[in-house]
């Protein structure tokens, strides 16, 4: 959401006498704004790649190819993919580099940045109706939830959030004659009235607005035909018999309200964009402190900063959910973790150098841990135990 209102701003930023003087504005009276995204952004991203980059790992992992983990495979590529692009965006954005001035990327980079952004929330609506099917109708499980169609439907919501984004590439263009990328002047004749304008509002209420919307309602059918599920084991004595499907339901239930969280406030915040607009930018900077329309303004863009940078934690933040609701994910971690840690102890004869510097009981831990990870079991020869 962040991003389709701010490629505008940015194609132009600094490039025209409005342009500098806006800028001059915030920097004097608004200089929150810049901190926010100059000193919070980073911890995003300290939680995000790491995250993103472990939880691909795991879901691709032999165990967790189900269609579930397919789903969830694809989005945290998709989060570590924007996260990535989300990078230049902030110097360009924040830090004034002018990296994306440059033919083909500047039209390009729109394209696969908002992208990334729109097929993670498509994702999620995904693998939510996946997970209803899953429990609202069991007998048609089986043939519904596989992975061959999770992999299919993973396909055409790839193509139908690259199919809104593509009109992004003729939108933007490099401008040779100032050597800079800008919006073109045909499509944002109009102001509010523009056909970039009418594109970014309907496609943005799309994605953040009507399908955060249809997950939350998908949501609640799930809950409550669980709860109706649990009752009726209940009744009939199984209540200590742990359904199959119930902390995977959990999981995804709480990745599903998460984005619901995160999105639909940043919505209402860029609904309300036209409701705040700046004052006269011929006023003294002591006229602006006293003007009520300027303080709105300020106030709006410190609050909007704020809750889009809450908004791209759905982003950094989907791998410590599954940490927290997924037992058999941290299980799973556990287990490439151990690998990993055994392949660098006996890389190079590493392990077998280092153990005279531990105990006989620390080494012997070590070892079964090995053994564990590897999938096989061994003996350790007393030379080595010691």
């Given amino acids: 959401m962040e991003v389709t209102e701010a490629l505008n701003a940015s194609s132009s930023t600094n490039n025209t006498p409005v ?32 995250g993103n980059i472990l939880a691909f790992l795991v879901w691709i992992g032999k165990r967790m190819r189900h269609s579930s983990g397919c789903y969830l495979a694809a989005l945290a590529l ?37 992208w990334s952004q729109y097929y993670s929330p498509l994702l999620v609506l995904g693998f939510t109706v996946e997970r209803y099917i899953s429990i609202c109708h069991p007998f048609r499980r089986e043939k519904l939830c596989t992975t061959r169609r999770a992999v299919i439907v993973i396909i055409l919501l790839c ?27 045909s499509v944002t004749d109009g102001g509010v009235e523009s056909v970039w304008s009418i594109w970014t509002w309907v496609t943005e209420m799309l994605i953040f607005l009507l399908v955060p919307v249809v997950v939350l309602g998908v949501n609640i059918r799930v809950i409550k035909e669980a709860r109706r599920i649990g009752r009726e084991e209940s009744m009939r004595s199984l209540k200590g018999t742990p359904r199959k499907n119930s902390a995977t339901t ?22 309300l964009n036209y409701s705040f607009l700046e004052g006269r930018l011929s006023m003294t900077d002591e006229e602006i402190e006293n003007d009520v329309t300027w303080q709105q303004h300020f ?65 012997t831990v070590a070892l079964n841990t090995c053994t564990t990870a590897n999938g096989r079991s061994t003996q350790s020869t007393p030379e080595t135990s010691v």
């Avoid at 500098?20 to 004097?28: C, G, S, T, V």
């Avoid at 263009?173 to 919006?183: E, G, L």
């Fill in 78 to 114: 998709s989060d570590l993919m924007f996260m990535a692009l989300h990078v230049l965006f902030e110097l360009v954005n924040v830090w004034n580099m002018a990296i994306l001035d440059v033919p083909i990327i500047c039209e390009m980079y729109a394209v696969f940045f908002l």
């Fill in 299 to 363: 106030a709006y863009l410190q609050a909007r900063a704020v809750i889009q940078e809450i908004g791209l934690t759905h982003y950094a933040c989907n791998f410590y959910i599954y940490c927290i609701t997924g037992k058999i994910f941290r299980g799973e971690l556990c287990k490439m973790i151990a690998f990993v840690r055994c392949k660098a102890w006996s890389k190079g004869g590493m392990l077998g150098e280092h153990t005279r510097y531990y105990s006989t009981a620390e080494t």
């Fill in 250 to 271: 959990l999981m995804l239930l709480a990745v599903s309200f998460y984005l619901i969280v995160t999105t639909l406030p940043v919505s209402i915040m860029y609904a």
């Fill in 159 to 185: 193509l139908l959030s690259l199919g809104l984004c593509a009109i992004q590439g003729y939108f933007l263009m490099y401008d040779y004659n100032q050597q800079i990328c800008t919006m073109r002047k």
């Fill in 19 to 50: 342009d500098r003087q806006l800028a001059d504005i915030y920097a004097i009276h608004n200089p929150g704004q810049a901190a926010v995204d100059k000193y919070v952004t980073p911890i995003i991203y300290i939680l995000g790649f790491p």
